[in-house]
Structure formats: structure tokens, C-alpha cells
């Protein structure tokens, strides 16, 4: 079965922090998939799930998670073999100054 990493960004949420309110992320993750549109899919639901369970879904003063998805790029067995991608976690980031 292929495997796909999947570049994901997300916008329209309004987290608490320290300094600035958290407006979006950006993050990737490697799937399975038998075809690009099954791997999308699969990265959406794997993000979702996260967001509920890792707590961000209560702390968010907006919506949910607008997700868009930057890109998706094919795995060769080489790069699957050389190469680690992140199972969970997320880039965050502020409004720019």
C-alpha cells in the first residue's frame, strides 16, 4: 500500500498564550493509504482526534480547525525506510507583527 506524507495547515482557531493568541498551525503526517484522496482523509481524522484529545478543543475560544491541506507527496520504499515523520504534535503560530 502506498504511503503518503500529508503537509496540513490550519487556521481560525483562537488559543490562549502567553503572549500572543494562537491562530493557526501547521503539521504533517504519514499515512497509508491506498490512494492520495484516502491519505487525506485519514490525516484529517488523525488531526482531529488529536485536537479533542490533547485538550486544544476545550481551550479554543473559536471554531474548529479550518484545515487545509498544503501538499501531499508520495513515499517512495527508500524515503519510508531513511525518513521519520511526526505521529502527533503541532506547529503553532501567532498573528505576524
Given at each position: 500500500?502506498?504511503?503518503y506524507d500529508v503537509i496540513i495547515n490550519a487556521t481560525g482557531i483562537d488559543l490562549p498564550s502567553v503572549d500572543d493568541p494562537i491562530?493557526?498551525?501547521?503539521?504533517?503526517?504519514?499515512?497509508?493509504a491506498?490512494?492520495?484522496q484516502e491519505a487525506i482523509k485519514a490525516?484529517?481524522?488523525a488531526i482531529a482526534i488529536e485536537w479533542r484529545d490533547g485538550g486544544y478543543q476545550a481551550r479554543n475560544r473559536a471554531s474548529a480547525p479550518h484545515v487545509d491541506i498544503e501538499g501531499i507527496v508520495p513515499l517512495s520504499l527508500w524515503k519510508r525506510l531513511t525518513t521519520k515523520a511526526p505521529k502527533r504534535?503541532?506547529?503553532?503560530?501567532?498573528?505576524?507583527?
Open positions: 500500500m502506498p504511503t491562530i493557526g498551525f501547521t503539521t504533517s503526517r504519514r499515512i497509508k491506498p490512494d492520495e490525516a484529517k481524522t504534535g503541532f506547529t503553532f503560530y501567532t498573528l505576524p507583527e
